[in-house]
């Protein structure tokens, strides 16, 4: 009796699987017992990409690139099932032994890629494949002028004057500095420590 091919397939794909798991193991276990161990402040800071890091982790990104990312996977998916799928259904026994093997792989593979088409639009109605949404709204300052005020001024007629700059008095003329005399600063700078209150 004849095995059939998928178990043979499958086995290959566990045993890549495996192989890939374990060498990147090895590669991990490796650099942790080879590897010098001498730690500075430059080592065990936050490396990105090269950049110095400015300011707290803790930064909210914008969900858009989650959004994109999840897209992606969601048909990346698709055409991994997608793939043996069309090895199958292809298959000339299967079809021999029973002929509506190839119309219900047909309509099998029809309802998946629909419930995926429909995913898809509903994403797309909602504007999440949009990378920027455009949110228009009037912006609201709880203040206490009263909305005539700004109408008024918002009616009134403003006439635009010409720019003629102010010229600059000769009258007191800059004495240079004595040579080897250093320039001292126009401010004193305070330098305070974060976190602390200026008294």
């Given amino acids: 009796m004849d095995e059939p091919a998928q178990l043979t397939e499958f086995g290959k794909i566990l045993l890549i699987g495996v192989m890939g798991i374990l060498l990147v193991l090895v590669t991990l276990l490796l650099g942790k017992i ?4 001498k730690p500075t402040p430059e080592k065990l800071s936050t490396y990105e990409c090269g950049e110095e890091a400015v300011g707290n982790s803790w930064v909210q990104f914008n969900p858009r690139f989650y959004v994109i990312a ?5 048909f ?3 055409l991994i099932f997608i793939f043996p799928w069309a090895t199958i259904f292809g298959q ?4 021999a032994a029973d002929p509506r093997w190839g119309w219900f792989a047909l309509v099998e593979m029809g309802v ?3 419930i ?7 994403v797309w109605k909602k504007g999440d494949l949009e990378w920027v949404k455009p949110q228009t709204m009037t912006p609201r300052v709880a203040v206490n002028i009263p909305q005539s005020a700004y109408d008024k001024l918002n009616r009134e007629q403003y006439r635009v004057r010409k720019f003629e700059p102010i010229a600059e008095s000769t009258t007191t003329p800059k004495v240079p500095s004595p040579a080897g005399e250093p320039k001292k600063p126009a401010f004193k700078p305070v330098f305070r420590k974060p976190g602390t209150t200026s008294s």
């Fill in 116 to 122: 995926l088409i429909i995913g898809l639009l509903y």
């Fill in 76 to 78: 990346d998916v698709e």
């Fill in 34 to 37: 080879l590897s010098p161990k």
């Fill in 112 to 114: 998946f890629v629909g």
């Fill in 92 to 95: 000339p026994e299967l079809i």
């Fill in 70 to 74: 999840l897209i992606f996977l969601l």
